[in-house]
């Protein structure tokens, strides 16, 4: 069990530019959270996958944001035109039907 | 929908004393409770959790957290705190019967001081 992999785990853009994150839950969790924390705050929700499927997203994750878990394993996060308000730490987090693992996050940076 | 509720945003203690963090969440129907500790640039770690039955559930490293459903509270405690204690710490709710979505309170820094 090497935990919930996340890459990069910094990643410094310019406003406009396209980033994505990838996430590696545990192997044979189902389940794959992402969440955002922004400097001084809980992390937020913003959507998950049971197996392939995403089952729900919140009003947080605009158009600009699309998350995918193509074969029921690992996820990719990727933003478009980046804003500086998108600054934060996105958090991976995978599960199986019990205890949520969280990985270490991937800090980004929009300057 | 439920909430949470952390009112002390940080909060400083002397090490080997005693300390409580406080947690109050909002919910109309029943909830599984959770704290999670982070380190500095690290993810969120599970501390103890509260599911069903006993009120009060204890970590591995000293903490407990009791469940009060009347107050709806669930305050973590810790009777004499080391300095590597120092950490943010988090709690979380979810629907009761489905953890599929944790709602997280804004975070306590726990400072622990020599």
């Known amino acids: 069990d090497t935990g919930v992999s996340q890459d990069p785990r910094h990643k410094i853009t310019k406003r406009g530019q396209n980033v994505t994150f990838r996430c590696d839950p545990i192997s044979e969790h189902n389940r794959l959270y992402w969440y955002r924390q922004t400097l001084g705050q809980g992390p937020e929700f913003l959507t998950y996958?049971?197996?392939?499927?995403?089952?729900?997203k919140s009003r947080l994750l605009s158009d600009r944001f699309s998350a995918e878990r193509p074969k029921g394993s690992f996820s990719t996060l990727e933003i478009q035109r980046t804003e500086q308000g998108d600054s934060a730490m996105y958090l991976c987090?995978?599960?199986?039907?019990?205890?949520?693992?969280f990985g270490e996050g991937s800090w980004l940076t929009v300057v | 929908a439920q909430s949470v509720t952390q009112l002390d945003s940080q909060v400083p203690v002397f090490e080997e004393a005693p300390v409580e963090l406080r947690c109050n969440y909002s919910s109309s129907v029943s909830v599984y409770l959770f704290w999670y500790v982070q380190y500095p640039n690290q993810g969120l770690q599970l501390l103890l959790k509260y599911l069903s039955g006993s009120t009060l559930v204890e970590s591995i490293n000293g903490f407990e957290a009791e469940f009060n459903k009347s107050q709806t509270s669930f305050h973590l405690r810790k009777p004499s705190v080391h300095i590597s204690d120092t950490a943010e710490y988090f709690c979380a709710v979810s629907r009761g019967g489905a953890t599929n979505k944790l709602i997280f309170g804004t975070g306590t820094l726990l400072a622990v001081q020599p």
């Open positions: 987090a995978s599960s199986f039907e019990g205890d949520i693992y």
């Open positions: 996958f049971q197996n392939e499927a995403q089952l729900e």
